[in-house]
């Protein structure tokens, strides 16, 4: 099982609707997750973190983190065109450094 | 900002050369990391530094070295490259300790190419 999956997508939703990314992880005790945003061609970026149960929201975007299903969302509302990219997720690998396991991301594409 | 730099963009080297790639960031950063990144394999770590001298082997470190002398630099040395090591890298840094909110905050990439 790897440690972080995320479907590949395509994931195509319409102009104005939400975007629903997941992430499964296999380590149970992994503590914190993040979401990167890379542009085609570009480096990803850093959208949001998140490590206690629950959902986390910064303007469009929410993150939702459930440690018992060992899964992390993104949700995107009011999705825009500008918001195509690949989505990566991302876990701590371990509690003391910042080793990092990257999702081999999910491609969103929002249609105007 | 932080800024991580990477010295090229598009490197062409040729199988079995050894080939340097240089990463350098301007904020104080201890942690650095290079990674591979290929199409549905996503990014996959080669090494990380959580200091300077020191390195860890990531996943897939065969072929590859690293080099830490300063803090702010961290270059990876493809030994004698081959056609496999075509890919995208990238370079990461980051704040070290506990902190469970410390992203690792990434380079524009260098996309090297082996003939």
């Known amino acids: 099982q790897k440690e972080v999956e995320q479907n590949s997508g395509p994931l195509s939703v319409p102009e104005g609707a939400i975007a629903s990314l997941n992430c499964t992880y296999s380590d149970r005790g992994s503590q914190s997750f993040f979401w990167y945003r890379q542009y085609s061609g570009k480096s990803p970026e850093l959208i949001m973190f998140i490590y206690s149960n629950g959902d986390k929201e910064d303007g469009r975007f929410t993150a939702q983190l459930n440690k018992a299903s060992q899964y992390v969302s993104l949700l995107i509302r009011d999705s825009q065109p500008s918001d195509s990219a690949t989505y990566l997720c991302a876990v701590r690998r371990d509690n003391y450094g910042q080793n990092f396991v990257f999702g081999p991301g999910t491609r969103l594409s929002v249609l105007p | 900002d932080v800024k991580v730099t990477q010295s090229s963009r598009y490197l062409v080297k040729r199988t079995g050369e050894k080939v340097f790639l240089e990463c350098v960031q301007d904020m104080d950063h201890e942690n650095m990391f290079w990674y591979r990144q290929d199409p549905g394999l996503g990014l996959r770590l080669i090494y990380f530094?959580?200091?300077?001298?020191?390195?860890e082997k990531g996943d897939i470190p065969e072929g590859y070295s690293v080099s830490r002398e300063k803090k702010e630099r961290f270059s990876l040395i493809l030994e004698s490259a081959s056609t496999n090591q075509t890919s995208m890298y990238l370079c990461?840094?980051?704040?070290?300790?506990?902190?469970?909110?410390?992203?690792?905050?990434f380079g524009d990439g260098t996309r090297l190419s082996i003939l």
């Open positions: 530094s959580y200091d300077v001298k020191m390195k």
């Open positions: 990461a840094s980051s704040l070290p300790g506990q902190a469970y909110y410390q992203p690792q905050h």
